[in-house]
């Protein structure tokens, strides 16, 4: 089992930033991949970021190439978001998740997701 713990969100001006921690506990050992999303009013849950936990490989989305960073710590079992050039577009309630590998069957572990307000 893994459990996560997302923090740092908040209320900023647009323009501004915000950085995101996720801390993974439990069987972090078996993780192979953790990612950001995040869900805005009347919208879907969208894939923000995802970065392989071996090697540091990133994917984003395109609404926020350029502008959000995603990161490890492996040491820690920590992802960061660091949130540069926000937009009120980017007001949503972001999520932690983790994708793990334990004999032979994935799993998929979610964080309990921490507002963002961005605003104009």
């Known amino acids: 089992q893994v459990q996560l713990v997302e923090s740092g969100g908040g209320l900023v001006q647009a323009g501004g930033s915000l950085r995101l921690s996720c801390a993974a506990s439990?069987?972090?050992?078996?993780?192979?991949?953790m990612g950001w999303f995040r869900q805005a009013p009347g919208k879907e849950r969208e894939l923000v970021a995802h970065?392989?936990?071996?090697?540091?490989?990133?994917t984003y989305a395109d609404s926020v190439k350029g502008r959000f960073t995603i990161s490890r710590d492996n040491a820690k079992s920590t992802v960061y978001l660091q949130m540069n050039s926000l937009k009120p577009e980017d007001t949503a309630v972001y999520y932690c998740?983790?994708?793990?590998?334990?004999?032979?069957?994935?799993?998929?572990?979610w964080g309990q997701g921490t507002q963002v307000t961005v605003s104009s």
């Open positions: 998740k983790a994708d793990s590998l334990h004999e032979d069957l994935t799993y998929a572990y």
């Open positions: 970065i392989t936990w071996r090697v540091g490989t990133t």
């Open positions: 439990g069987r972090t050992f078996t993780m192979y991949r």
